[in-house]
T-cell receptor, first 112, second 113 residues
Framework: RKEVEQDPGPFNVPEGATVAFNCTYSNSASQSFFWYRQDCRKEPKLLMSVYSSGNEDGRFTAQLNRASQYISLLIRDSKLSDSATYLCVVNSLKAAGNKLTFGGGTRVLVKP | EPEVTQTPSHQVTQMGQEVILRCVPISNHLYFYWYRQILGQKVEFLVSFYNNEISEKSEIFDDQFSVERPDGSNFTLKIRSTKLEDSAMYFC???????????FGPGTRLLVL
């Protein structure tokens, strides 16, 4: 089983619509969870951290389900600029290391 | 806003040659990382570095790879004898504390011919 697994998409989304997608992680000891956004041939950029209670940042809502080991991201009122690859990222903190484990990404295409 | 910088943006090299990729982390950050992304694949962890020593490394980070912080600002990744399969985008990242967000540089695209 992959450490972090995502549906690669693409999710074709009409502008203004809502889109949601999940990722699953295999390591139950994982401690921190993030969604990063990556544009084509660019670096990953932090979109938001994911907290156990769920959190919202503007049009973006993230949820964490530790029991089922999945994380979700919901984008409301999609904008053309939301077109990107969304990376699910997990941090299994060790005493000295701080390795991020990335999923393969979910591609979202927002169309007019 | 402070950011991680990397040089060069692109590097083309011949198989077997040594390359050094350079990074300037955010100035008050203490933890430094290298990741790579082969075209079309996921981002993979290579190594983390703290207090002038490697704190964790992946199985990708074999004896051909080394990291160094030669001065107070630069953080380098050296590949001693490049292979075709080393062709990838290499990202440097830094964080202020171990549990803090990692910020990524724009990457160096390495092509080994």
């Amino acid at each position: 089983r992959k450490e972090v697994e995502q549906d690669p998409g693409p999710f074709n989304v009409p502008e203004g619509a809502t889109v949601a997608f999940n990722c699953t992680y295999s390591n139950s000891a994982s401690q921190s969870f993030f969604w990063y956004r990556q544009d084509c041939r660019k670096e990953p950029k932090l979109l938001m951290s994911v907290y156990s209670s769920g959190n919202e940042d503007g049009r973006f809502t993230a949820q964490l389900n530790r029991a089922s080991q999945y994380i979700s991201l919901l984008i409301r009122d999609s904008k053309l600029s939301d077109s990107a690859t969304y990376l699910c990222v997990v941090n299994s903190l060790k005493a000295a290391g701080n390795k991020l484990t990335f999923g393969g990404g979910t591609r979202v295409l927002v169309k007019p | 806003e402070p950011e991680v910088t990397q040089t060069p943006s692109h590097q083309v090299t011949q198989m077997g040659q040594e390359v050094i990729l350079r990074c300037v982390p955010i100035s008050n950050h203490l933890y430094f990382y290298w990741y790579r992304q082969i075209l079309g694949q996921k981002v993979e962890f290579l190594v983390s570095f703290y207090n002038n020593e490697i704190s964790e490394k992946s199985e990708i980070f074999d004896d051909q790879f080394s990291v160094e912080r030669p001065d107070g600002s630069n953080f380098t990744l050296k590949i001693r004898s490049t292979k075709l399969e080393d062709s990838a985008m290499y990202f440097c990242a830094s964080s202020q504390e171990i549990q803090e967000t990692q910020y990524f540089g724009p990457g160096t695209r390495l092509l080994v011919l």
